[in-house]
T-cell receptor
Framework: DAKTTQPPSMDCAEGRAANLPCNHS???????VYWYRQIHSQGPQYIIH???NNETNEMASLIITEDRKSSTLILPHATLRDTAVYYC????????????FGKGMKLTVNP | NAGVTQTPKFRILKIGQSMTLQCTQD?????MYWYRQDPGMGLKLIYY???????DKGEVPNGYNVSRSTTEDFPLRLELAAPSQTSVYFC??????????FGPGTRLTVT
């Protein structure tokens, strides 16, 4: 599975959109981009995933560039409860679905 | 639905002791996983299972054993506890092509 790169941390003001970047320049055609987050040492929580089209659910939107080398997770109206470590993971579906976690990116939402 | 449950929540072990971390899921998922997370780091895969009776090693299996006799349960066994096994342990479940659901974790200290 492709390696992903995220900045170590980011701040965002409450109520603003939070745009979390992820680079995955070696991603292959059948690898999906998954986003999880971990709030204060709880178990990670699934957010969203996509292959090449943009995706949206009740939690977030995922924008994947046309060349698929990078993506952005968008939290449209960040709240204090969105403060967490966010993990971007590239994974091939249909196998063992093993997740490889990096260090992730700490998002701090400030009041 | 309880989702993924883990017991115990906390445990202190002496060096050389043994213990079993319990994990149960009620979502009828075929795939189950054990991860460990050291302070400030991402999760690392210890063992995983794609169905009852089938287990396989992950990235950091040394010092651990697992079994999967039922779809619901996936216990993790530590035979001779060492200080290096002090960590937070997360169990997860999922299915082919689907997201993983994580338990709340077991915080283990070996002294």
């Amino acid at each position: 599975d492709a390696k992903t790169t995220q900045p170590p941390s980011m701040d965002c003001a409450e109520g603003r959109a939070a745009n979390l970047p992820c680079n995955h320049s070696t991603i292959s055609g059948n690898e999906y981009v998954y986003w999880y987050r971990q709030i204060h040492s709880q178990g990670p929580q699934y957010i969203i995933h996509g292959l090449k089209n943009n995706e949206t659910n009740e939690m977030a939107s995922l924008i994947i560039t046309e060349d698929r080398k990078s993506s952005t997770l968008i939290l449209p109206h960040a709240t204090l409860r969105d403060t967490a470590v966010y993990y971007c993971i590239a994974i091939t579906q249909g196998g063992s679905e093993k997740l490889v976690f990096g260090k992730g990116m700490k998002l701090t939402v400030n009041p | 639905n309880a989702g993924v449950t883990q017991t115990p929540k906390f445990r202190i072990l002496k060096i050389g002791q043994s213990m079993t971390l319990q994990c149960t899921q009620d979502m009828n998922h075929n795939y189950m996983y054990w991860y460990r997370q050291d302070p400030g780091m991402g999760l690392k895969l210890i063992y995983y299972s794609v169905g009852a009776g089938i287990t396989d090693k992950g990235e950091v299996p040394n010092g651990y054993n697992v079994s999967r006799s039922t779809t619901e349960d996936f216990p993790l066994r530590l035979e001779l506890a060492a200080p290096s096994q002090t960590s937070v342990y997360f169990c997860a479940s999922g299915d082919r092509g689907r997201e993983q659901y994580f338990g709340p974790g077991t915080r283990l200290t070996v002294t």
